[in-house]
């Protein structure tokens, strides 16, 4: 196999400020590559024309796809038009325009909730498009399958070294902490930190409290990357995950106590619980000698050090990320 990122390269991460991109900078830029950025202030990625332009100028070596439009479970599901359509136009820009400037390598960053709803666990790649997907994530579900589709598209007509990684719920700093849109884990450090700030009895957590969830620190995700980016070449997603997984109420409990909540943590039924299981197999990644390294306890402390030093930032809401 010949050098597929050679030190130095120059890497353009699209979607730098979030809470994916901004780890794949910081690993990159650890490790000897240079990162080239462009904010969505300057440049739209649902904009075909503007990205073909941009990428054409800045000629980048390789390309990494971590923008999209992304959030938890209530997010997925009252905004489906934004998950669909925002999704595919990111990913026809950014796919297409790289290989029609002449990038050869690019790794595109799907999500665990492709797989179908009631996959055999752990969740072996080859389960892809075996059964029906969640409900409450479908459209981005959707979005996400038609970007392997498209990176496996190019490597089959092209030839072109694109591959797909398929991460398990994620966690780190730069997480989005909206208490409607975001994802369980930072909702919870936020609710759990206010309610014991204000004395409060009681966090009521959505659903059921039974739902599995294996979580990944982002820190971990973005090493990953970086070892797929320099030796991975197969067609398919390969996915990244912790191997562990937890129910809802134990993850609210690991939670409270890092944070320090003493009181009482209830369930609202009404709230969605989505999947009742995603646990990936993750053994693909594991051969390539990549492994986790921060437990669960330890980065969640971690996260909420940072939260707490970055000025406790409230995230995005609804409409700042649907811009
Ligand atoms: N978070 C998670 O738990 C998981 C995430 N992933 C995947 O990782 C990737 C990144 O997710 P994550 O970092 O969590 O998401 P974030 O919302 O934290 O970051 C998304 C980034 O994409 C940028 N972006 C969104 N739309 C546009 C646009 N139209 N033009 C330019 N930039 C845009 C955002 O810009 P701005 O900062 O300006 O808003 C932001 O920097 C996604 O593909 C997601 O599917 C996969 C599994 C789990
Ligand atoms: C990464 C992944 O993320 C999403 O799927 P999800 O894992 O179901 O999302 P989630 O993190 O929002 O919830 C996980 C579980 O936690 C429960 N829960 C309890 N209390 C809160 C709470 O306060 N907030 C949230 N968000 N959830 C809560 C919630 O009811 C659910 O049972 C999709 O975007 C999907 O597309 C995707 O890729």
């Known amino acids: ?26 690993r990159l830029e650890a490790d000897g590559y240079r990162v080239v950025v462009r904010g969505r202030d300057e440049l739209d990625l649902r904009d075909a024309r503007a990205t073909h332009e941009f990428l054409e100028e800045a000629a980048p070596d390789a390309v990494v796809l971590a923008a999209a439009t992304v959030g938890g479970i209530m997010a997925n599901s009252r905004y489906p038009v934004d998950f669909l359509e925002d999704n595919l136009r990111i990913q026809l820009s950014v796919i297409t325009g790289s290989h029609a400037t002449g990038v050869h390598r690019l790794l595109f960053l799907g999500s665990s909730c492709i797989y179908p709803k009631l996959a055999e666990q752990p969740i072996s790649e080859d389960s892809l498009l075996t059964g029906p997907l969640e409900p409450t994530n479908q459209p981005y579900a959707i979005a996400k399958i038609a970007g392997i589709e498209q990176v496996n598209a190019y490597r089959c007509q092209y030839g072109r070294a694109y591959i ?20 369980v884990l930072p909702a919870l ?135």
């Not at 990684?165 to 994802?183: C, K, Q, R, V």
Request: glycine letters at 12%; a neutral charge; charged letters at 25%.
């Open 1 to 26: 196999m010949g050098v597929l990122l050679p030190l130095g390269a120059r890497v353009f991460v699209a979607g730098h400020r979030g809470l994916v991109g901004s780890a794949i900078v910081r």
């Open 164 to 183: 797909s990684a398929m991460p398990t719920n994620l966690y780190g700093p730069g997480d989005n902490f909206d208490l409607e849109n975001s994802h």
């Open 189 to 323: 450090i936020r609710r759990f930190h206010d309610a014991r700030e204000a004395g409060q009895p009681e966090v009521v957590l959505w659903g059921s409290g039974t739902p599995r969830r294996e979580f990944l620190h982002v820190d971990d995700l973005a090493e990953a990357c970086v070892v797929l980016l320099r030796t991975y070449d197969e067609d398919g997603p390969i996915n990244v995950g912790s191997g562990t997984d937890l129910t809802i109420r134990e993850l609210g409990e690991t939670v409270a106590a890092v944070v320090g909540y003493e009181g009482n943590i209830s369930f609202d039924p009404a709230r969605p619980d989505g999947t009742p299981r995603k646990l990936m197999d993750g053994s693909r990644i594991r051969e390539l000698g990549w492994a986790p390294r921060i437990g669960l306890r330890d980065g969640i402390a971690a996260t909420y050090k940072w939260w707490l030093e970055a000025g406790r930032p409230t995230g995005k809401s609804a409409a700042s990320a649907r811009r």
